[in-house]
Structures are given as structure tokens and as C-alpha cells.
């Protein structure tokens, strides 16, 4: 175990005259989008008479497009793979007699798993790939708290209505519109593959209006993609919204919009005061989804048997297209506009609900999103956040897609007078739970440690004339930051799509390699001349590539071994839930048993890219105790990351891996020119004390 800094760390006494500090004037700081002054591209044609591309009610489970099932690697290639990602992260000591025990899985009881393998993923219907069952396993039985643990934030860019008086009710009211625009084309069959393609749209069908329902060992997912309704939280108050008419065939006008999100602001200025015990009580509902899972099930079955009156707000939300958390923050810099969408800040804890997709706003305009994540990923939530930012802003649709539809519009709907206010009736049984619910919570966003940094040095358009991959650039960067920090590799997760296969989510690039490690050994010997680290770069940008393009089509690591360790727990596609925590693992093969096999899989780095010109924070929380979480975007000249780590690990800084970061850059800018440059980090974040 390293301590907290190794010693070829980097003092904070040194770095701090690096750092620009945050600390903005509330609404002035802004982050600008380089799309809203992009050209003009052609427009695909479409409209009305234009035949469906797919059925909507078939879009999850059929495979309109013909594209392949996620493949099942070799068994050789990936036991070789394997042993290829060990030897930079453990000891050749500790490591020969694991290998052996890979050798004798790979003679004895590998092949008959692969066999079986193969064999179980004959089969029609869900499971859709080998390892979906498992991958649906690990996100709806997880009993711990899914805020901070699981769901994922964005922010969006400003644009030209983040300064106006109503920009908060405004944007949101844009958003919305646009975001029923997208689900009528996607409803009405007229979603194109993006350019490239085709790529699997399956997770669209089940995108919007999905909500995660707690219950006991396994949660559960409800669809409701026809919502003509939101649910808007203020204060920790409920409002039902109503956007369409019940037909669909209508929706309200930006103006009345808006003016229904604003009444709602100006109805709700203060939330209830702690002498109002039972109305406090009641705005803490929200409080409840930060809750341990089964917790959550237990006293969602309290406020239903409650009363009806419960069970029809319940039925609301969940039947909503999304929910819209209305803030009072204003944030003073982006770290706090990173924490407010990836948790809320401490003050306004029950103005969310974590089970559904959450459209958060700040006083100052600032729109995020909160995604509940078991059901999509990025790459689904991109396409569509791509064509609501593209239409929000008139500008024309993305390359090779169509625009979203005109829907007609009217100043109300039918039989409805504007926001209905919806109020839970709270059980005695259940006001101690909601207040040690708020005091958990308040632990839960108070243990990651997160600094939002924007590196101004260079971004795409440097990498490309270096003729780098752009990705492949951050991610060595954090390889070298880390070694700087600890002396060592991390072992490392970053998330690849897997979308060119039907039902494809996610595969695993393990960024830590011989190659990153000769890299991070020699890139700051100043003895060593500059074609030598370009050298180590060049072979490390290689071999990342090279990983990269083995992920993306199926042939990575950890899936595979994923699915074969469950299969000899007799965890088949169609075990009943929660096999996989009632199985027995004693007879499983010494390979799965050994510290290299799990060390291998404990993520100190996991890292994701999710990048698109109207974004500019991407967040999550680290995946283990004394890991880090990386999400980054890299733009034309800039990138922005966002790092999380957990408070109470004695090993983790999130500041100073920032400045690390920061420093990591440059070197790697140095292996491509004589002359240094920088500093060219704004990090937003005070460093307090990190001794």
C-alpha cells in the first residue's frame, strides 16, 4: 500500500503558484459553446411522408438493423490479453504463481466453460450479448446508495439566454421542448444510425421516461416513453407539469412554459422552516432515493400503504417524462457546479430524485443533468442531448440526421389550469427514517473530494497536428500523473462503447500498460534526450490505440472473464435473480480466487470520455475506496476534467492529482517541442492543507 504521496510526489508547496484559483462572481462565470458558431451542414430529408426507419415498441428487442450480437473472444487471445495487463501492475514474484494458475485454466476448465459459453448464447431474446444479464445484475442489485456510487452528471454550456433575468426557468422550459421534439421523432420511427454506423439503438427504445423502482435484493426498471408530463421539485416540494396535450398532439408554447417553471420559483422562494415539522418532513422524500436500496424499497412500501393519495404521486413520478430540480445554489465556481449536478449540495439534498433522469438548474441559468445510469450510457445520452442542444439553439441538425419534429403548439392543455402541486401524506412510522435518511445523505455527498479543472494548454486540435489520438493523450497523461504521485500504475478502467453490436454497452481499455509504464519511468529524466521520450510516447500512444480498437470490437478483457468466472458459479442467462449472490465461489478456479485476478479489477483509475462541443463537466464517483474518478472532455483547445475521490482514503488528494495532472501535460507537450509552456491550468478549487 502506498502513502499518500510517494516519494517521487510532488510537493503542494511547489505546485500552488501553478494554479489559477476559482472563485468567480456568482452568474459571471461562464463557459461559452463552440457549436453555436459552427457552420451550416447540410440537412438530411425527412419530414412528413417519410417511411419509419423502425417500429418504437420494437426498437429495445429488435434488431431493425441487422447488426451483429456482441462477440465472445477467443479464450487464448483474452488468457493472453490478461497476462499482458498484469505485468506493469504486480510484482514478477507475486505474479508467477498466478500465472500458472492462468495456465492451468486455460488447459483445464476454461475450455469447457468457453464452450459453454458459446453454447448458452444461442439462445433468441434476452439475454441480447453473453454478458448482459450480468452487467443488468451488477447495476439493479446493488444495494448501496446509486447517488454518487452509480448516477453520472453533465453540464451544459451557456448559451445566449444564460444571462437573461429567467434564465433558470427559460433554459429548462428550451429543454424541454426540445427534449418532447426528440421523443416524438424517436417515437414516430425517425431516429437515423448516426454517420459511421450503423450502431445499436436499442437503448433509445427504453431512454426517456424510464424509472429505476426499489425493491427488496433487485430493483426493478418501468417505461413509460409516452409521458406527457414532468415533475418538477422545488424546495423539495412535488409539481406535476403538464407539456403535451393527453393525445400527444399538442404542446405548450416556450412562453407558457416558462411561465409555469417561473410561477413554480415564485410560489416556492422558501422551503418550509424547521419549526414546520411536518411539512419539513414532507419535502424530505426525495431525501429517501440516496438511500441503501432496500432501505428505500421498505419505506416506498410504507408511503404506499399510507394512503391513495401517496400511490398517485408515486404513480406520477415514475410515469414521468423526467424530473427538473429547480435550485436556489449558485454556484461560485465550477467545482460547485460539478457537486451540484453529480449529488446537490448539502442545503437542498431534497430537491432530487435520483431513481429517474434529473434536469437540473442553479439560480444563474446553469442547466446539468443527473443520469440514473443501469439502463443507457453515454453514447445514448449524447445523441440525445445532441439534437435537443442543436435545436434549443436553431441551429441545424447534427451531420446525416434530420431535424426534430414541429409539434403545434397552444397556450394550455386541455382540462389543465398549470402546475398541480403533489403532497406525500407522511406516516408517523416514517419521520425518524426521513431524518436519518437526510443525515446519511448528508455523509453520502460530503465523502468525495472533487476538483474541476480546466487545462488550457492544448486539446484536439494539438493532438492532431502531433497525429496523436486526442484520447490517447489524456489518458497517458494520467498514467504519468499517477506514477509521479504513488511510483506505480493504477490498474486502470476506461470505458469503451461497444455500440457497433446489438445490445453492445461498455468494454474495458486498460490503460495501464508496459508501454505507459516505460513512458511515466522516463518522462521527467532530464538526462534523457527529447526523441527518446517521444519514442516512449509514440510506442505508449500505440499501444493505446491499438487496445482501444481491440475494445470497441468485442475483444477486450474483463467482459469475458466477467461472464466465464459467473458461469462457473452457475450463473447461466437464465438464472433466476439474485443467483449470482446466493452461488457458491469456493469451487470456483484458482485463477478468479488469487489477489493479481482482483487487484487487476480493483479501478484506483477510472476514467471515461464523453466528449461533445456543449458539454463541459462530466462527473461520477470513484469506484473503490482509494480510487479516483476521471471524467474528461477534450476540446479544440482546452480539456475539462473532473476529478472525485473519497475524503476519508488516506491515499487520495484530488487537488493535488489535478496539479500532478497538470504537470503530466506539459512534459508529454515537452516530448513533442524543445521549449516548455504553461502554466495553463485553471483549477477550481482553494487547496486547503493536503499534509
Known amino acids: 500500500s502506498c502513502g499518500r504521496l510517494a516519494s517521487s510526489a510532488i510537493a503542494t508547496s511547489q505546485l500552488r503558484p501553478r494554479v489559477w484559483f476559482g472563485g468567480e462572481a456568482p452568474g459571471v462565470h461562464r463557459t461559452a459553446c463552440p457549436v453555436l458558431a459552427a457552420p451550416r451542414r447540410r440537412l438530411l430529408s425527412g419530414g412528413e411522408g417519410a417511411k419509419p426507419l423502425y417500429v418504437f415498441k420494437q426498437l429495445y428487442d429488435h434488431n431493425h438493423q441487422n447488426i451483429p450480437r456482441v462477440p465472445i473472444p477467443d479464450l487464448d487471445s483474452t488468457l493472453d490479453r490478461y497476462i499482458r495487463s498484469l505485468r506493469p501492475l504486480v510484482d514478477p514474484i507475486e505474479l508467477e504463481p498466478h500465472l500458472k494458475s492462468v495456465e492451468n485454466f486455460r488447459e483445464d476448465e476454461g475450455p469447457l466453460l468457453q464452450k459453454q459459453l458459446i453454447e448458452n448464447d444461442k439462445h433468441e431474446g ?252 453515454g453514447v445514448s445520452w449524447n445523441r440525445w442531448l445532441t439534437e435537443v442542444w442543436n435545436d434549443m439553439q436553431g441551429l441545424p441538425p447534427p451531420m446525416g440526421m434530420s431535424p426534430l419534429p414541429d409539434i403545434p403548439s397552444v397556450p394550455a392543455i386541455d382540462g389543465v389550469s398549470g402546475p398541480r402541486r403533489m403532497d406525500f401524506d407522511i406516516p408517523w412510522a416514517l419521520t425518524a427514517p426521513i431524518k436519518a435518511a437526510r443525515a446519511n445523505a448528508m455523509e453520502l455527498v460530503d465523502r468525495p473530494e472533487t476538483c474541476m479543472l480546466v487545462f488550457e494548454g492544448y486539446g484536439k486540435r494539438q493532438c492532431k497536428e502531433w497525429k496523436s489520438s486526442p484520447d490517447g493523450i489524456v489518458q497517458m497523461a494520467l498514467q504519468c500523473a499517477f506514477h509521479r504521485l504513488y511510483g506505480k500504475l493504477p490498474p486502470t478502467y476506461e470505458s469503451c462503447a461497444t455500440r457497433t453490436f446489438f445490445h453492445g454497452r461498455t468494454e474495458v481499455i486498460r490503460s495501464a500498460h508496459c508501454e505507459a509504464k516505460h513512458l511515466a519511468e522516463v518522462l521527467w529524466d532530464g538526462a534523457l534526450p527529447k526523441q527518446d521520450k517521444e519514442r516512449a510516447l509514440r510506442e505508449a500512444l500505440g499501444r493505446q490505440g491499438q487496445l482501444s480498437r481491440e475494445a470497441s470490437a468485442g475483444m477486450g478483457i474483463d467482459r469475458h472473464l466477467l461472464a466465464l468466472k459467473k458461469l462457473a458459479m452457475g450463473v447461466t442467462p437464465h438464472s433466476p435473480p439474485l443467483a449470482s449472490l446466493l452461488a457458491k465461489q469456493d469451487d470456483l478456479p484458482d485463477m478468479f480466487r488469487e489477489e493479481p485476478y482482483s487487484y487487476s479489477q480493483t479501478w484506483l483509475l477510472s476514467t471515461s470520455n464523453v466528449t461533445t462541443a456543449w458539454n463541459v463537466i462530466f462527473n461520477f464517483g470513484p469506484v473503490c475506496q482509494d480510487g479516483y474518478g476521471v471524467g474528461y472532455l477534450i476540446h479544440e483547445d482546452q480539456v475539462h476534467i473532473n476529478i472525485t475521490c473519497f475524503k476519508d482514503s488516506p491515499e487520495t488528494n484530488s487537488p493535488v492529482f489535478a496539479v500532478a495532472l497538470e504537470e503530466a501535460f506539459m512534459k508529454l507537450h515537452e516530448a513533442f517541442h524543445e521549449a516548455p509552456r504553461g502554466p495553463f491550468i485553471k483549477l477550481h478549487e482553494v487547496l486547503g492543507p493536503t499534509a
Open 126 to 377: 434476452y439475454p441480447y450479448s453473453y454478458v448482459e444479464k450480468h452487467w443488468d445484475d451488477m447495476y439493479l442489485e446493488l444495494r448501496s446508495p446509486i447517488t454518487v456510487h452509480v448516477n453520472v452528471g453533465y453540464s451544459l454550456a451557456d448559451d445566449g439566454d444564460s444571462l437573461k433575468p429567467n434564465a433558470q426557468a427559460l433554459r429548462v422550459a428550451k429543454f424541454l421542448i426540445s427534449t418532447f421534439k426528440f421523443q416524438r421523432k424517436l417515437m414516430d420511427g425517425m431516429c437515423e444510425s448516426e454517420p459511421g454506423g450503423p450502431f445499436c439503438m436499442s437503448q433509445l427504445g427504453r431512454l426517456l421516461g424510464t424509472s429505476r423502482i426499489p425493491t427488496y435484493g433487485r430493483d426493478r426498471l418501468r417505461y413509460t416513453p409516452d409521458a406527457r408530463h414532468i415533475i418538477v421539485l422545488r424546495n423539495g416540494f412535488f409539481f406535476r407539469v403538464d407539456v403535451m396535450q393527453p393525445d400527444g398532439g399538442a404542446i405548450l408554447t416556450l412562453e407558457e412554459l416558462t411561465r409555469q417553471l417561473q410561477s413554480v420559483l415564485d410560489t416556492t422562494e422558501k422551503g418550509p422552516s424547521p419549526a414546520q415539522e411536518g411539512e419539513l418532513v414532507a419535502s424530505g422524500v426525495g431525501i429517501l432515493t440516496m438511500e441503501d436500496r432496500n432501505l428505500w424499497a421498505h419505506h416506498r412500501e410504507a408511503l404506499k400503504a399510507e394512503s391513495i393519495q401517496n400511490r398517485e404521486v408515486l404513480k406520477d413520478i415514475n410515469s414521468a417524462l423526467l424530473v427538473v430540480c429547480l435550485d436556489r445554489a449558485i454556484p461560485q465556481n465550477m467545482t460547485e457546479r460539478s457537486k451540484n449536478v453529480l449529488h446537490g449540495n448539502a442545503e437542498e439534498l431534497q430537491n432530487r430524485w435520483f431513481d429517474k433522469f434529473q434536469v437540473i438548474a442553479d439560480e444563474v441559468g446553469n442547466v446539468g443533468i443527473n443520469f440514473e445510469h443501469s439502463h443507457a450510457d
